[in-house]
Structures are given as structure tokens and as C-alpha cells.
């Protein structure tokens, strides 16, 4: 009996699968489907499968010795964060995300959860995120600090706040527990944070500080005693990719 077809056959099936086991790795990573956390890059924290409020998730940790110390740290953004090594620069980035306070969270914790975009192989990178908590707070001036820009390492929130008071922050009615679905669109200078599909923008800002050249991965950043989950990480890129 002459086995040559069957071989032929079982080889083709074989090449087949391969093939599409790569497509399917490359559209994940290009965010066409939920990702698992094999395919995130991982800066100080971990990262594992888990459920939040019924629903398929990735939580999302940094140790409890990183958390900052506000008797002796100059509290200021960190690059903490799981992160995509996608070539981003241009495009719309949407994800649900949900923060909670650890226990024992000191009293500046504020369920810190963001987007960290175009992160560059120097580690560099510009990121809007949410403080929860000052949402939730009977405080005019925390409350409108409830959204953050920043961008890695030379202008953390706490530069930005005394060079240009109220530029890079914002309110939105957002809360610890609970998902909130982001859209961030991102073209050249500028940047429009968009919370749980409103159709306008909570947060503007229009000179984007690593410039518009700036490209690179894609993440979800938290900061001190945060427990993060997040779902539905999509992104979608405009212009070409070098």
C-alpha cells in the first residue's frame, strides 16, 4: 500500500494548522481578540487569569514592597504595568478596566489604573489614567483629579501639576469596583481619553510631551496598592508601521 497521499495529506494539515496558529498569535498581539498573559511584557508586576464581577479577566499586581512609601518617597508615576510589544503610534486603543484598593492600601492610594502607549525600547512612554477614588471624594480638588497625563520619565503627574496646573487632568464619574470601558485615540500631538462611551472626551491634551514620532508597545499601568483587572484590550493602528 503506497502511504505517499496520507503523508502528503497529514503534512498539509500540519502546515495548515501552523499557519493559522500564526495568524491567530498576530492578530491577538494586534489586538483583534482578548489576550492571554503569556503575551503581555511584564515591568514589576504580576499577571495571571482570573473572573471579576462574573466576567473573563486578567488581574493585574505589583508587590506590596513596591508600593511607595509617602514618609520617605517622592510620590510621582512608575513604570508598573503589563505591556503589548506592538509597533504603536498612531491608532485607537480600547480596554474595560476595573481597580480596587488592596488591603492595607495607605491613605494616597487611590485605585490607580491607566493606558500606557508608544512604550520604547529606552522604556520610555506617555500614559492617561484614572484615580478612582478622587472621583468618589466630597472634595472639589481631588475630584478634578480623577484622570491623569503623564509621560515617562521627565513628566510625571507632579512635574505637570506645578508647571501647568489643571492642563493634564480632568473629572469623570468613575468609581473603584465597577468596570470602566476606555477609548483613547491617539493621532501625532494629540490625544482623546473617552470613559464608558460617552461621546465626548473626558481628557484633551494636545502636545502629546515624547512628540509625535514617538512609537511602541501598548499596556494597562497601575500604580501603589492597586488590584487591577482588565478585559477586551484592542488596538487598532492608523498610518504605517515602520
Known amino acids: 500500500m503506497n502511504n505517499r497521499p496520507i503523508r502528503r495529506s497529514l503534512a498539509l494539515v500540519i502546515a495548515t494548522l501552523v499557519i493559522v496558529s500564526l495568524a491567530a498569535c498576530a492578530a491577538a498581539i494586534a489586538g483583534g481578540t482578548d ?14 487569569a482570573d473572573r471579576y464581577r462574573g466576567s473573563a479577566a486578567l488581574r493585574l499586581e505589583m508587590p ?10 517622592r510620590l510621582s508615576d512608575r513604570n508598573f504595568m503589563a505591556w503589548l510589544p506592538v509597533d504603536f503610534g ?16 495607605p491613605s ?3 485605585g490607580f489604573v491607566g493606558l ?11 500614559t492617561i489614567y484614572l484615580r478612582p477614588t478622587n472621583a468618589m471624594a466630597d472634595d472639589q480638588v481631588r475630584r478634578n483629579r480623577s484622570i491623569q497625563y503623564a509621560a515617562y520619565p521627565d513628566y510625571r503627574f507632579d512635574t505637570l501639576r506645578v508647571s501647568d496646573p489643571g ?19 491617539v493621532a501625532g500631538t494629540r490625544a482623546k481619553l473617552f470613559v464608558d462611551r460617552s461621546p465626548e472626551p473626558a ?4 502636545d502629546l510631551k515624547l512628540g509625535a514620532g514617538q512609537r511602541g508597545g501598548v499596556g494597562v499601568w497601575l500604580e501603589s496598592a492597586s ?8 488596538i487598532t493602528r492608523t498610518g504605517a508601521a515602520r
Do not use: C, M, N
Open 116 to 126: 500606557a502607549f508608544r512604550i520604547d525600547a529606552a522604556g520610555r512612554f506617555e
Open 227 to 234: 488590584v487591577v483587572h482588565f478585559r477586551h484590550l484592542q
Open 64 to 73: 506590596r514592597e513596591a508600593w511607595q512609601d509617602a514618609a520617605r518617597d
Open 90 to 105: 498612531d491608532g485607537t486603543i480600547e480596554v474595560d478596566v476595573a481597580s480596587d484598593l488592596a488591603p492595607g492600601a
Open 35 to 48: 489576550h492571554a498573559a503569556r503575551d503581555f511584557r511584564l515591568s514589576g508586576v504580576s499577571l495571571r
Open 203 to 206: 481628557l484633551i491634551v494636545t
Open 167 to 185: 492642563r493634564y487632568e480632568s473629572y469623570a464619574p468613575i468609581a473603584t469596583g465597577r468596570w470602566i470601558h476606555l477609548k483613547l485615540v
Open 108 to 110: 494616597f492610594a487611590r
